[in-house]
């Protein structure tokens, strides 16, 4: 038995050694890939036209500042706005195409796109995402799933959810739309009434309800990505575009324990949003028509009085007072607030915290030239956020539903209160590239100590090592 820990601990350090060497010479390829992309713009401007590389990144600024105009105004600026974030990229490219330029930046954004991708992949191979513990459970015996109807524009009749469910054991509740349904009421009845599985077929903030009474009753519960986005689900490693796949967990299941969100008291598996965004989803009209709405609202958020100012701390600490403050169920893969983001896990115990505050033209164009980098960006994790502000009531966004709330408004994390069931065989959850830190990857690529989770990886297992040996002993 302790021969073969001491080789199970011999091989794990074999492999994480095979895996700093991949990423060293990944990270050597990457810097010889920027290495070349330099060198081809420098071959392309050599003679004399470092001007046209500048117009190009002034471009990019302008482009940034043209979208904010088109965001931030109304009228004859709003047009003038599109019309420059329009005109830029093309005037560029024109521009590159009539001087020659064309090749060498060409060639330049092809050996940076390569580089880019090396530098990720020697960055996933340092730290590569490890999959949420699972454990075999058995089937159900009296599983209650609560289906929304309407949910994800009618997705529990076009895919047979409730024959499916039925089919496989369980008891279904329709919600009834009709009479105000409350999925709380209808899962601790379930609960009551002797249920051992909980579900939702829905959006997410049905999911959240109805995930706080399965936390309350040390039930497993059971999503089924029948809402519109289905971010919890995608994290979940479920696949979206088949909802009846996740009633496999009825018959061959396994379980994962996840963290769970609170805001005032009120669950969430996803985000709780304040200020800007929590502003526009306010409006009766945001449902129907999302971007005109969001168009309408903006001018007044940005740069008026109608966004109410916020005053935040997160584990104590206070943060700049931001126009749009997202909070969210375990942090996002990627800070970038104008991309779709992935939480690569669900229990870590943590908040997700990401502030975002564009003030002017100047700082939307640093946003296009730096994006997560800019520095009207803050991004951090904590275990607790508190919005206060100077109103009796502010708008909250939570999972996407629209709320006012009194404040202070504290935001805090259970850490795995939520037993998940989910189908033995699933997608998973797609990977997202961490973002790149040039300096770590040069430093690698010169041999340089690979990471401080590598050091600490290496030292737990010297630890396990020394341990083993004296149990020996």
Avoid at 51 to 68: K, N, R
Avoid at 349 to 365: E, F, K, M, N, S
Avoid at 400 to 415: D, H, K, N
């Amino acid at each position: 038995m302790n021969a073969t820990r001491r080789t199970t601990l011999e091989a794990g350090q074999a492999g994480s050694d095979t895996a700093v060497r991949s990423a060293r010479h990944l990270a050597r390829l990457a810097v010889l890939c920027v290495a070349g992309a330099v060198a081809a713009v420098a071959a392309g401007t050599g003679s004399g036209r470092w001007l046209f590389l500048l117009l190009g990144l002034a471009g990019l600024a302008l482009t940034g500042a043209g979208i904010w105009w088109a965001l931030a105004h109304r009228g004859a600026a709003r047009l003038l706005g599109a019309l420059l974030a329009l005109a830029a990229p093309v005037c560029v490219l024109a521009l590159y195409a009539v001087s020659g330029l064309w090749v060498a930046a060409v060639t330049a954004l092809a050996l940076w796109a390569a580089g880019l991708a090396c530098a990720r992949s020697a960055l996933r191979r340092l730290r590569k995402p490890h999959g949420m513990h699972t454990r075999s459970v058995r089937p159900p015996r009296r599983p209650v799933l609560i289906m929304n109807p309407r949910s994800g524009g009618g997705k529990v009749a076009q895919h047979s959810l409730v024959e499916r469910a039925e089919a496989l054991g369980a008891r279904v509740v329709l919600l009834d739309l009709e009479a105000d349904p409350d999925p709380v009421a209808l899962a601790r009845r379930a609960v009551a009434e002797g249920a051992d599985l909980l579900g939702v077929a829905g959006g997410d903030g049905t999911q959240a309800l109805v995930a706080q009474v399965a936390a309350e009753h040390g039930v497993p519960f059971l999503v089924v990505a029948a809402g519109t986005r289905n971010h919890f689900a995608m994290d979940l490693g479920l696949d979206r575009d088949d909802p009846a796949a996740g009633l496999d967990a009825l018959s061959d299941g396994v379980e994962i324990r996840v963290d769970l969100g609170e805001v005032a008291g009120r669950p969430f598996v996803n985000t709780v949003s304040f200020g800007t965004y929590a502003e526009i989803v306010q409006s009766p009209d945001y449902r129907d028509a999302k971007a005109a709405t969001a168009l309408d609202h903006l001018p007044d958020l940005l740069v008026g009085d109608a966004v109410t100012p916020l005053d935040i701390r997160a584990d104590g600490e206070p943060l700049p007072a931001p126009q749009t403050l997202l909070v969210s169920n375990n942090a996002y893969a990627r800070a970038d607030p104008l991309g779709g983001g992935r939480r690569p896990r669900l229990d870590s115990g943590t908040l997700g915290v990401i502030a975002v505050r564009v003030d002017g033209p100047a700082q939307a164009a640093e946003l296009a030239l730096r994006g997560e980098r800019a520095s009207g960006i803050t991004v951090l994790t904590a275990r607790r956020v508190v919005v206060e502000a100077d109103q009796e009531v502010i708008p909250v966004a939570v999972d996407g539903e629209a709320l006012t709330l009194p404040p202070p408004v504290v935001c805090t994390v259970r850490p795995r209160v939520l037993r998940v069931r989910v189908p033995r065989h699933r997608p998973g959850a797609p990977y997202v590239a961490p973002s790149v830190d040039w300096r770590r990857i040069v430093r690698l690529a010169l041999g340089g100590t690979p990471s401080p989770f590598h050091r600490v990886h290496q030292k737990q297992n010297q630890n396990q090592s020394r341990n083993q040996e004296q149990s020996d002993a």
